[in-house]
């Protein structure tokens, strides 16, 4: 399985950036999948995902800012980030787990906001 993620970049602060992840190859089975971050300096974290059950779960930092949603038959996960803040500042990192022993991530996106 191959993540290809887009749509980082630099925005001011108070605006919106959208990211895109696309997971390709051989892929079966349930499987949840998401939006890591991580800071320079910091551990990675949980951003937003989609459960295998179909709920979404969001980091407290980005709840009421960030959406995620899912597109099962073209296998892609969204992240609309609106009102973003300079701490949002990070590597973003795609993510599809199977289960615990097998998950796939992608190589990142940088989002950078200037205050």
């Known amino acids: 399985v191959q993540l290809q993620a887009s749509g980082g970049g630099l925005v001011q602060a108070g605006g919106s950036l959208r990211l895109s992840c696309a997971a390709s190859g051989t892929i079966f089975g349930i499987n949840a999948m998401g939006w890591y971050r991580q800071a320079p300096g910091k551990q990675r974290e949980l951003v937003a995902v989609v459960t295998t059950s179909g709920s979404t779960i969001y980091g407290d930092s980005v709840k009421g800012r960030f959406t995620i949603s899912r597109d099962y038959a073209k296998n892609t996960v969204d992240l609309q980030m609106n009102s973003l803040k300079p701490e949002d500042t990070a590597v973003y990192y795609c993510?599809?787990?199977?289960?615990?022993?097998?998950?796939?991530w992608g190589q990142g996106t940088q989002v950078t906001v200037s205050s």
């Open positions: 993510n599809q787990r199977f289960n615990s022993a097998v998950e796939y």
